[in-house]
Nanobody
Framework: HVQLVESGGGSVQAGGSLRLSCAAS????????MGWFRQAPGKEREGVAV???????SYEDYVKGRFIISKDRAKNTLYLQMRDLEPEDTAMYYC???????????????????????????WGRGTQVTVS
C-alpha cells in the first residue's frame, strides 16, 4: 500500500524560499515517475515538476528557473526546492507517484486529467504554501 506524505509548506513573503518534502512508504522512488502538482482555490490541479527514473527533470514554464525537483533514494524522499516565490505560487502542493510506470517524463503532467492513467497515480494529501 503506497503512502505519500508531504511536509514543508508554510507562509512566506514574496521572494522567499521553501523546501517541500514527500516521504513514501510502500513504494520505491527509483522505479517510476514522481512529481509535484499544485491546486489553488477555484482552479484545476496543475503540474509543477516531474522527475523520471533516470533522474531527468521537467518543469512547467511558470516555475522554470525557480523550482528544483530532486529525490533521495536512500531516504525514499522527494523534494521540491522553491525560491523567488510569488503570490501566484500560493496553492496546496501535492506529491504524486506513477506506481505502475504508465507515464514517461513530462507526460506525467497530465496525471490530474488522464483518465486512462488514473489507476496508476497515487497522491499525497498535500501541504499548503501561501505567499504574500
Amino acid at each position: 500500500h503506497v503512502q505519500l506524505v508531504e511536509s514543508g509548506g508554510g507562509s512566506v513573503q514574496a521572494g522567499g524560499s521553501l523546501r517541500l518534502s514527500c516521504a513514501a512508504s510502500g513504494y520505491t522512488y527509483n522505479r517510476n515517475c514522481m512529481g509535484w502538482f499544485r491546486q489553488a482555490p477555484g482552479k484545476e490541479r496543475e503540474g509543477v515538476a516531474v522527475i523520471d527514473t533516470d533522474g531527468s527533470t521537467s518543469y512547467e514554464d511558470y516555475v522554470k528557473g525557480r523550482f528544483i525537483i530532486s529525490k533521495d533514494r536512500a531516504k525514499n524522499t522527494l523534494y521540491l526546492q522553491m525560491r523567488d516565490l510569488e503570490p501566484e505560487d500560493t496553492a496546496m502542493y501535492y506529491c504524486a507517484a506513477d506506481v505502475e510506470g504508465i507515464f514517461v517524463g513530462a507526460g506525467f503532467f497530465s496525471a490530474p486529467v488522464a483518465q486512462w492513467g488514473r489507476r496508476s497515480v497515487r497522491w499525497g494529501r498535500g501541504t499548503q504554501v501561501t505567499v504574500s
